[in-house]
T-cell receptor
Framework: ETGVTQSPTHLIKTRGQQVTLRCSSQ?????VSWYQQALGQGPQFIFQ???????GRGNFPPRFSGLQFPNYSSELNVNALELDDSALYLC????????????FGSGTRLTVV | GENVEQHPSTLSVQEGDSAVIKCTYS??????FPWYKQELGKRPQLIID?????GEKKDQRIAVTLNKTAKHFSLHITETQPEDSAVYFC???????????FGKGTRLHILP
């Protein structure tokens, strides 16, 4: 168990709906990133939060948004779901300092039908 | 934008032989290079990392080398075992915005 947990593990949504995915990081992990991993691909960076502020974003449209909370939990929200949003969504967190790699959660498998 | 290229996409080696996976990065300000192993249906797991002030790092059967001038880094696995079969991802973290960019992965098959 890595200390980074995600919920739910699996989710099926209909095109056009909205979804919220959750991540709970270890205490002290004040940096969290979200990634989208399509089948057979590497994780694609969505955005990163540091101390509850977004401090980096990848090539994803504004309908992908997030929040980070003081208790080291975070959310990924996706509006107006499209079929191509079907993927494994991973959160990854790390403690402060440049000498630590990210620890990934187990991911949420989102299927949009 | 930042980009990480990884080769090969698939690699098959005989058990006991060595495997080498190579990556290049575009952002010269990148300062941290982790490698992750992902087994089927599981999360990526950090197996080794290297920082830009080091040229080589070894951990048992796994080693990583970094050439900052050429902007490429490699993963070496020696004495491969069946449990090494997985998808391996290289990644690079920029110095400016701290985000980690992944390569597309290498599927490693260890043949009996």
């Amino acid at each position: 168990e890595t200390g980074v947990t995600q919920s739910p593990t699996h989710l099926i949504k209909t095109r056009g709906q909205q979804v919220t995915l959750r991540c709970s990081s270890q205490s002290g992990h004040n940096t969290v990133s979200w990634y989208q991993q399509a089948l057979g691909q590497g994780p694609q960076f969505i955005f990163q939060y540091y101390r509850e502020e977004e401090n980096g974003r990848g090539n994803f449209p504004p309908r992908f948004s997030g929040l980070q909370f003081p208790n080291y939990s975070s959310e990924l929200n996706v509006n107006a779901l499209e079929l191509d949003d079907s993927a494994l969504y991973l959160c990854a967190s790390r403690p402060p300092g440049a000498n630590y790699g990210y620890t990934f959660g187990s991911g949420t498998r989102l299927t949009v039908v | 934008g930042e980009n990480v290229e990884q080769h090969p996409s698939t690699l098959s080696v005989q058990e006991g032989d060595s495997a080498v996976i190579k990556c290049t990065y575009s952002d010269s300000a990148s300062n941290y290079f982790p490698w992750y192993k992902q087994e089927l249906g599981k999360r990526p797991q950090l197996i080794i990392d290297i920082r830009s002030n080091v040229g080589e790092k070894k951990d048992q059967r796994i080693a990583v080398t970094l050439n900052k001038t050429a902007k490429h880094f490699s993963l070496h696995i020696t004495e491969t075992q069946p449990e090494d079969s997985a998808v391996y991802f290289c990644a690079a973290r920029g110095n400016r915005d701290d985000k980690i960019i992944f390569g597309k992965g290498t599927r490693l098959h260890i043949l009996p």
